[in-house]
């Protein structure tokens, strides 16, 4: 993205990763520093080179939010020493959480900026919990509310007539901590006892639940089901529609957080699978490829290709490690002339073709006693066979 | 995703083909059917298998909608047939557009569905015009309003009076053709005819089109820069700030399409650097790889390869067609044994390196007289060479 600094405000989207934006991938893979907080699911800083510098402006713990002066001298600092810069923010950068008056200080401070809106979570949230914010029949406007602010501040109250008349639907962020004052003020000011209400905690993840009651009742369900933040509370007659559309978290493995331990380079498949019926895979590789200690073995496999007759790729594993080392070596696939090569299983096959090289042989039993009548049958008696190890720790 | 018919309702986000969600764009990979209308940017559909089928459900030039309950009854027919269904909407399927009625009418059919939420055309569109929806000083709401209703409608004219009264920001979605009915009403009702109005035209696409003024002469100046649908309507002092974050439309290359004419393989590149300085680059391919129309000669020589001494690939568009030829008569890159291999160029070299072969021979300089002298260098005296032609159309 060029030699000059350059900040992109970038949003997050609401906590499913997937929701994140193409582009807000791309900046996120050409960062030098991110600056992240603890709304933005942090399994995306993933997308972000090792080398870059990750720095943390959330709130601490329970405690306060970092100062949204020092954010801004950070961003600014870090972009004037050239950097790219990614300012990663929960949901959509300009709804609510200060995005306005970042893009603010890095305009006044004459640096280039781009801002990479997200799918925000007063929309989104509310989908995931089966409820559309907007409905032909049933809202025709919806408001978006910062629950934030205290509700008895002389500003902030001058806004509760007119929300409490609403038709449309309203959706509060950050107001988890307020529902009570925003309940009494809704209906103070003359909105129904019986207007539906829904919480949603940690919606879009697999931790997310779901509390549903009428402003009557829902302080109190909040209470009993323990609802903290981050909650979205969406309030309006949009809210009965869940009964028919909540497919999130009817899904047969919704709120099921699953370990996958394959290593990094293979769990992206079974990740999707899981991912598909509801849960949240989190790759914990427990196996990691990594080079053998020594070379040594296999350089001289290498040196002598010529008096080897087969090669077997026992897995997908052999593959890289052994065509890395002959490139390292300054050789290439040229060297494997005359001998014949043979892969257990059709992905390892796959594997090799990738270095231009078509199996010779691919048995289709893959244990040893499979494997070795293949090769009889190829016609093995005699010969020298090369075996690379898997790179496997 | 399974073998069962499943539906996908997906938000393609605002018109900026990278404002696509990851998920969403999964979904259209791996979609067999998707049902598209005019909002989403057709650009998305490159990201569509070939044998999907495409349905557009959007009005026909300045005509019509389709019908509502024909649009569900060919989701539900299709996804009865056991296909992977995508119903891609512009903005966010429940932000307005009927994305609710389209999940009701799924789910009543009895069919699984999943919601992608988009970025939502409310908030990006205002944030391309450098207008955050909020601010901390300046609007602690925002509302979204469909401006598709008859704004004298009974229901619509309750919304009004609140509307007019509202401090935070009113965004009007579909509302260009009410414009001056909109501003009429919220004047009518009290608020103030100095209110800064923003319109945006295809707003994050390479044709957005600003226009700013008042409620008191935004429809005089909306007729004189002539705009027309889809045009979102941003009311507020948020407004305001675009004077000083309007980053998209003060890009170098802001507003020009650019024809990308290098073969659809090589121009993504190319296409990202534009993109990066405000441009919407078009990708037309004037050059387009073909095979050539007959193999004979490239048999032959592969037949007698070891009659060979050194290969050339003068570009990358040789070397693919090369090895899949190979590969396609039963051979692969030890067939190159005893082979010296020169490319011209690094890229060249790169691309053969992705088939397991490492350059022999790279000529700093690309012309023919410097590929020569290389050559000479490395001693081409006597020998026979091989130059596969590219496979250019």
Partial sequence: MGTLGKVY????????????????KECLEQADVVLYDYLANPV??????????????????RGRYQDQDEVNRLIIEKAREGKVVVRLKGGDPFVFGRGGEE??????????????PGVTSAVAVPAYAGIPVTHRTLASTVAFVTGHEDPTKEEAAREWPRLATANGTLVFLMGMKN????????????KSQETP???????????????????RDIVGKAEEAEMDPPTVIVVGDVVR??????????????????????????????????AEQGAEPVECPTIRLVP????????????????????????????????????QRG????????????????????????YGLRADLVPSDYQAEGVIDAMKTAGVAGQRVLIPRDAVA
Same sequence: chains 1, 2.
């Fill in 103 to 116: 893009a603010e200080a890095i305009a006044a401070a004459g640096l280039p900026f781009e801002v990479v």
């Fill in 179 to 190: 529902l009570p004052a925003i309940v009494e003020h809704l209906v103070s000011e003359g």
């Fill in 331 to 354: 050789q290439d696939a040229r060297a494997l002339a005359g001998l014949r090569l043979c892969c257990i299983g059709p992905r390892t096959a796959q594997e090799l073709s990738a």
């Fill in 292 to 327: 053998p200690e020594s070379w040594r073995e296999l350089d001289e496999a290498i040196a002598e290709l010529r008096r080897y007759h087969w090669v077997i790729f026992t897995s997908v594993n052999g593959v890289r490690p052994f065509m890395e080392r002959l490139r």
């Fill in 44 to 61: 995306l800083l993933d997308h972000v080179p090792a080398h870059a510098e990750r720095i943390y402006v959330g709130r601490r713990g």
């Fill in 197 to 215: 209400v829904a919480l949603i905690r940690w919606g879009t993840r697999s931790g997310q639940r779901t509390v549903v009651g009428t402003l």
């Fill in 9 to 24: 405000l970038v949003g997050a989207g609401p906590g499913d990763q997937k929701l994140l934006t193409l582009r807000g």
């Fill in 241 to 274: 529609l869940r009964t028919q559309l909540n497919w999130f978290e009817t899904r047969p493995l919704f709120g099921k957080r699953i370990l996958v331990t394959r290593a990094q380079e293979q769990a992206r498949e079974l990740s999707a699978l899981l």
